[in-house]
């Protein structure tokens, strides 16, 4: 049996009492999210994109260099932000200071910028919600785990349950950060596992930022494995890729 989370704090409501204060400026929004209109028209948001894995590129649907050479396991991300500032900010103060309002507000944009998550949900009942599990010593240190939180909340707006059990994260591992895009792949490797039957379903996979895809892509093949039909990645933010003839 697939276990399902309940909602979560970040979840209880996606949305501020009025009139709600800025996360950026800090003035008053007068609306139902605490962004003001003139911050939310200055984020990065993601425009052109590659099909696959939403890294920005200077032509609509272009394969990136990556993709090309290597197809990825899962079919497509969907993405919102371009990790950099203000959201790189907005990012690092959700998970390492605990900014909820910073998190809730990014998700929130994220489900209404992107109407392909609510035409998945709405037509397809194989499709299961499950965030990228942290190990347990950053959890603990953080006292969250800020995937979860995004999925809750897309989950309380999809009407979705979110399946935080479904993945495992294994022993550590040197952070991701510290390691070159080939050391990534194999760092990975054996860290995650599932032992859910997937047949037949199709798995929305949340993180909170997506940088090199290397996580993504080990995840997907094992929940490939386990028999899933289809992987898609949800994630706030894509980073982009600077010296790359096609970004």
Not at 5 to 32: D, K, N, Q, Y
Not at 148 to 154: D, K, P
């Amino acid at each position: 049996m697939l276990a399902s989370a309940s909602i979560g704090p970040m979840a209880i409501s996606s949305f501020s009492i009025l009139p709600g204060c800025c996360v950026l400026c800090r003035t008053r929004t007068g609306r139902e999210l605490d962004l003001c209109e003139a911050c939310e028209l200055d984020l990065p948001w993601l425009s052109q994109t590659c099909p696959y894995c939403s890294l920005p590129v200077r032509k609509a649907a272009t394969t990136c260099r990556d993709c090309e050479l290597q197809p990825p396991p899962f079919s497509t991300v969907i993405s919102a932000f371009e990790y950099r500032f203000p959201v790189s900010r907005m990012i690092h103060c959700f998970k390492e200071n605990r900014g909820l309002a910073e998190g809730r507000v990014l998700t929130e944009l994220l489900f209404r910028r992107q109407q392909k998550l609510r035409q998945l949900t709405e037509t397809d009942d194989t499709v299961l919600l499950a965030p990228v599990p942290a190990y347990p010593a950053t959890r603990r240190r953080r006292g969250f785990n800020q995937a979860e939180e995004i999925a809750r909340t897309l989950a309380a707006r999809l009407g979705l349950s979110v399946h935080d059990s479904l993945l495992r994260r294994h022993e550590q591992r040197p952070a991701q950060k510290q390691l070159t895009r080939q050391q990534r792949a194999s760092n990975l490797r054996g860290v995650f596992s599932c032992v859910a039957d997937l047949r037949g379903r199709r798995i929305l996979l949340v993180d909170d930022v997506i940088t090199t895809t290397a996580t993504l892509r080990e995840i997907s093949r094992v929940l490939i494995q386990a028999g899933a039909d289809d992987v898609i990645g949800i994630a706030l933010a894509r980073t982009p890729r600077e010296n790359d003839g096609t970004a």
